[in-house]
């Protein structure tokens, strides 16, 4: 044992000597009643005083018990118990009588509120005092006060918790198998309603996500890798340089000239006969070899190399006519020259053409479009941006796509000042009867996805000796702006104003 325990085993036996009462001292008997009672009431107060005194020292134990929270010291609790029955183990009065407890209600309560401020310093430890059990009015509340002592003033063992028990608790739970968890997911016999729609509703919502993640992805790889396939193809076309004709060969019926295609367009050529050139923005994702096809469908979803794909093909409408050799004889080109492509979400393709309609600044970093037939190089400026509603029926409905060909110059001014009416950003490029103009058509969704909306971006060819960048460099936003009538329902905007607007010509 160590010293604590021996001192505190010490405390104990002292505290259990000086407590022993002894029944067996014999007194002289009071001569009368009164001073019999006057003994007695000595004689009990004397006792009380020294078990109040005894009880103090008996707490003070226990508080030094309690605060050293060792598990070896817990064994003293024995010691404890004995001292507790020592303390009562005092013999019963052979009357009926039971003493009684006459000390001055004043002093009983000062006792108990003391003694209640001790208990509740000590972490609120409910511990009665010694004077609750030697009052009693018979023998059997003696007892029971003593029982009930014990039980409150004992210390509780504790004990570990049972792990070897646990563990085979868990190891007793099965666990469910892939199969029952995925089963488990689906509606049971027994589910309630609740969460039978529960269920139903989880498993839409999977099938949901996993549907749109697939579409999704299948977009991103099919349009990834049509457009890998377009870079390697466009790797071969290099830097374009025109091959001079020939002297004409005369003969009765007509001139002919002997015309050759530029190596690298042959090269294109060889691989699709429908191709008439390649297009290319420079310094954006657009360039492309153009394809001519039988109608305007064919080449929708459709790659150079005839393989499907939803990025499809840049193309000319099949109506045009863009340097076209038969039999030696050039054809006289369209007028206006219409390329179809779609807006891919990727910026491929005529994708990136958006951003002439978004960012303020494009346009003057772009205003060039080089577009090379097989056997020629050209360059355009582009003079207009505009944005059509191809379903419109109103007085707003601009045709684009059907002016391929201008009778005469009221015509065309007639054509070329409707697109300046419609473009949202002004420039200083002009326009003459004789330009040649071509037209880039791709999708908008400004009107919804049900609503063919067109984003079209128009240039005309750059004239012999002309500067490249005249009349591109000032450009500013259009404050009159002739939108279809369709975007005027939707929008708070005012109506085109006619007299403010300045025509080419």
Same mark, same amino acid.
């Given at each position: 044992?160590?010293?604590?325990?021996?001192?505190?085993?010490?405390?104990?036996?002292?505290?259990?000597?000086?407590?022993?009462?002894?029944?067996?001292?014999?007194?002289?008997?009071?001569?009368?009643?009164?001073?019999?009672?006057?003994?007695?009431?000595?004689?009990?107060? =004397?006792?009380?005083?020294?078990?109040?005194?005894?009880?103090?020292?008996?707490?003070?134990?226990?508080?030094?018990?309690?605060?050293?929270?060792?598990?070896?010291?817990?064994?003293?609790?024995?010691?404890?118990?004995?001292?507790?029955?020592?303390?009562?183990?005092?013999?019963?009065?052979?009357?009926?009588?039971?003493?009684?407890?006459?000390?001055?209600?004043?002093?009983?309560?000062?006792?108990?509120?003391?003694?209640?401020?001790?208990?509740?310093?000590?972490?609120?430890?409910?511990?009665?005092?010694?004077? =609750?059990?030697?009052?009693?009015?018979?023998?059997?509340?003696?007892?029971?006060?003593?029982?009930?002592?014990?039980?409150?003033?004992?210390?509780?063992?504790?004990?570990?918790?049972?792990?070897?028990?646990?563990?085979?608790?868990?190891? #007793?739970?099965?666990?469910?198998?892939?199969?029952?968890?995925?089963?488990?997911?689906?509606?049971?016999?027994?589910?309630?309603?609740?969460?039978?729609?529960?269920?139903?509703?989880?498993?839409?919502?999977?099938?949901?996500?996993?549907?749109?993640?697939?579409?999704?992805?299948?977009? /991103?790889?099919?349009?990834?890798?049509?457009?890998?396939?377009?870079?390697?193809?466009?790797?071969?076309?290099?830097?374009?340089?025109?091959?001079?004709?020939?002297?004409?060969?005369?003969?009765?019926?007509?001139?002919?000239?002997?015309?050759?295609?530029?190596?690298?367009?042959?090269?294109? /050529?060889?691989?699709?006969?429908?191709?008439?050139?390649?297009?290319?923005?420079?310094?954006?994702?657009?360039?492309?070899?153009?394809?001519?096809?039988?109608?305007?469908?064919?080449?929708?979803?459709?790659?150079?190399?005839?393989?499907?794909? #939803?990025?499809?093909?840049?193309?000319?409408?099949?109506?045009?006519?863009?340097? =076209?050799?038969?039999?030696?004889?050039?054809?006289?080109?369209? &007028?206006?020259?219409?390329?179809?492509?779609?807006?891919?979400?990727?910026?491929?393709?005529?994708?990136?053409?958006?951003?002439?309609?978004?960012?303020?600044?494009?346009?003057?970093?772009?205003?060039?479009?080089?577009?090379?037939?097989?056997?020629?190089?050209?360059?355009?400026?582009?003079?207009?941006?505009?944005?059509?509603?191809?379903?419109?029926?109103?007085?707003?409905?601009?045709?684009?796509?059907?002016?391929?060909?201008?009778?005469?110059?009221?015509?065309?001014? &007639?054509?070329?000042?409707?697109?300046?009416?419609?473009?949202?950003?002004?420039?200083?490029?002009?326009?003459?009867?004789?330009?040649?103009?071509?037209?880039?058509?791709?999708?908008?969704?400004?009107?919804?996805?049900?609503?063919?909306?067109?984003?079209?971006?128009?240039?005309? #060819?750059? #004239?012999?000796?002309?500067?490249?960048?005249?009349?591109?460099?000032?450009?500013?936003?259009?404050?009159?702006?002739?939108?279809?009538?369709?975007?005027?329902?939707?929008?708070?905007?005012?109506?085109?104003?006619?007299?403010?607007?300045?025509?080419?010509?």
């Amino acid at each position: 044992m160590s010293d604590e325990e021996i001192q505190r085993a010490e405390k104990i036996k002292t505290i259990k000597k000086s407590i022993d009462i002894n029944n067996n001292t014999q007194t002289d008997c009071p001569k009368n009643s009164k001073d019999w009672e006057l003994e007695m009431s000595r004689s009990i107060a =004397e006792k009380v005083q020294k078990l109040k005194s005894k009880d103090e020292e008996l707490l003070a134990v226990l508080n030094s018990t309690k605060k050293s929270g060792s598990t070896d010291k817990i064994k003293s609790n024995e010691e404890i118990n004995n001292l507790i029955n020592s303390i009562f183990d005092v013999k019963k009065p052979e009357n009926s009588q039971t003493l009684k407890y006459t000390e001055n209600k004043e002093n009983t309560e000062d006792t108990e509120t003391q003694e209640k401020s001790v208990v509740s310093e000590e972490d609120n430890s409910d511990i009665p005092t010694v004077q =609750e059990y030697i009052a009693g009015d018979s023998d059997d509340s003696y007892d029971s006060g003593e029982t009930e002592l014990k039980k409150e003033m004992s210390i509780p063992k504790v004990t570990a918790p049972n792990l070897d028990n646990n563990k085979h608790s868990r190891k #007793r739970k099965k666990r469910k198998s892939f199969k029952e968890r995925f089963l488990g997911l689906f509606p049971q016999k027994g589910d309630s309603a609740i969460e039978k729609c529960r269920k139903i509703v989880y498993m839409i919502s999977i099938i949901t996500i996993v549907v749109c993640g697939s579409i999704v992805l299948d977009y /991103y790889i099919d349009t990834t890798t049509t457009q890998n396939k377009y870079e390697d193809i466009m790797k071969i076309y290099d830097e374009p340089v025109a091959v001079l004709p020939t002297e004409p060969v005369q003969n009765k019926e007509e001139v002919k000239i002997d015309y050759h295609m530029m190596p690298n367009a042959e090269t294109l /050529y060889n691989m699709n006969n429908d191709v008439v050139g390649v297009i290319n923005i420079p310094d954006t994702d657009v360039f492309y070899p153009v394809v001519k096809g039988r109608d305007n469908f064919e080449y929708l979803n459709k790659t150079v190399t005839g393989e499907e794909a #939803r990025a499809g093909s840049i193309f000319i409408d099949y109506r045009n006519i863009f340097d =076209e050799v038969k039999n030696g004889v050039m054809q006289k080109n369209s &007028d206006n020259i219409v390329i179809y492509g779609h807006e891919m979400a990727t910026g491929k393709m005529f994708g990136s053409l958006k951003m002439y309609k978004e960012n303020s600044y494009y346009y003057e970093q772009h205003p060039i479009i080089e577009f090379n037939s097989n056997y020629f190089c050209y360059k355009y400026k582009i003079f207009s941006i505009m944005i059509i509603d191809a379903e419109d029926k109103t007085d707003t409905r601009y045709e684009y796509w059907n002016a391929l060909d201008f009778k005469d110059e009221k015509e065309f001014y &007639d054509f070329v000042n409707e697109a300046k009416r419609r473009t949202i950003r002004l420039n200083d490029v002009d326009v003459k009867y004789g330009d040649p103009i071509i037209t880039l058509s791709t999708c908008n969704e400004i009107f919804g996805k049900e609503r063919e909306g067109r984003l079209v971006v128009m240039a005309r #060819r750059v #004239r012999d000796g002309e500067d490249l960048l005249a009349g591109t460099q000032n450009s500013s936003s259009n404050q009159n702006v002739k939108w279809p009538s369709l975007y005027y329902e939707y929008n708070n905007t005012p109506r085109f104003r006619e007299e403010e607007f300045v025509p080419y010509n």
